[in-house]
Structures are given as structure tokens and as C-alpha cells.
């Protein structure tokens, strides 16, 4: 099976480990001196139409794909999950 660029930007990319979805491929790197691609990379989600900030950009080796399929792509590692912060506690609030 061939495929384009293009064509990957429209698979959803899911995790076999913990069957969550992870986004959709946005980039991919290539090594040049093999012409091999190394990894897809998918961009970080942006927090509040980005005013602060995005989070970090997932980037998928190619030993970690499983599979290539029609309408998504399986990879066989976990998604990073976010720290939650702890919340900040009000000067006036009493506990």
C-alpha cells in the first residue's frame, strides 16, 4: 500500500495500549541520509484558543507504529497524560 503525505493527515492516530485517541498526523520526519521516515509528529493542543499556550507535541517513532490502516493508525505505546496543577488557593478562603 502506497501513501502520501496528504493521505496520512487524514488518519486519527490511536493507541493500542489504553485505546485513546491521540490526534491526527501532522508532520513526519525523515532521516535523509536513508530516506526512512523516523517518526509522525502531532502537534500539541493549543489551551484556550492558544492565548495560553499549547501543549507539547507528540512525536510517534516509527519502531512504535503497528499498524497502517484505511481510516487511522494503531501505535502499540501509552499517551502522555497531563500533570494536573494544583489549584491555588485564595488568600481570603479559610480552611
Same mark, same amino acid.
Given at each position: 500500500?502506497? &501513501?502520501?503525505? *496528504?493521505?496520512?493527515?487524514?488518519?486519527?492516530?490511536? *493507541?493500542? #495500549?489504553?485505546?485513546?485517541?491521540?490526534?491526527?498526523?501532522?508532520?513526519?520526519? =525523515?532521516?535523509?541520509?536513508? #530516506?526512512?521516515?523516523? #517518526?509522525? =509528529?502531532i502537534?500539541?493542543?493549543?489551551?484556550?484558543?492558544?492565548?495560553?499556550?499549547?501543549?507539547?507535541?507528540?512525536?510517534?517513532?516509527?519502531?512504535?507504529?503497528?499498524?497502517?490502516?484505511?481510516? #487511522?493508525?494503531?501505535? *502499540? &505505546?501509552?499517551?502522555?497524560?497531563p500533570?494536573?496543577?494544583?489549584?491555588?488557593?485564595?488568600?481570603?478562603?479559610?480552611?
Amino acid at each position: 500500500m502506497n &501513501c502520501r503525505l *496528504s493521505d496520512l493527515r487524514h488518519k486519527e492516530v490511536i *493507541s493500542a #495500549a489504553d485505546g485513546t485517541r491521540i490526534g491526527y498526523v501532522d508532520d513526519i520526519i =525523515v532521516d535523509t541520509k536513508t #530516506a526512512c521516515i523516523v #517518526a509522525f =509528529v502531532i502537534f500539541g493542543r493549543f489551551f484556550l484558543f492558544g492565548i495560553f499556550g499549547k501543549r507539547e507535541d507528540f512525536i510517534i517513532p516509527w519502531e512504535k507504529i503497528t499498524l497502517i490502516g484505511e481510516d #487511522a493508525i494503531i501505535i *502499540s &505505546c501509552k499517551t502522555p497524560r497531563p500533570e494536573k496543577k494544583p489549584q491555588k488557593r485564595l488568600f481570603f478562603w479559610k480552611n
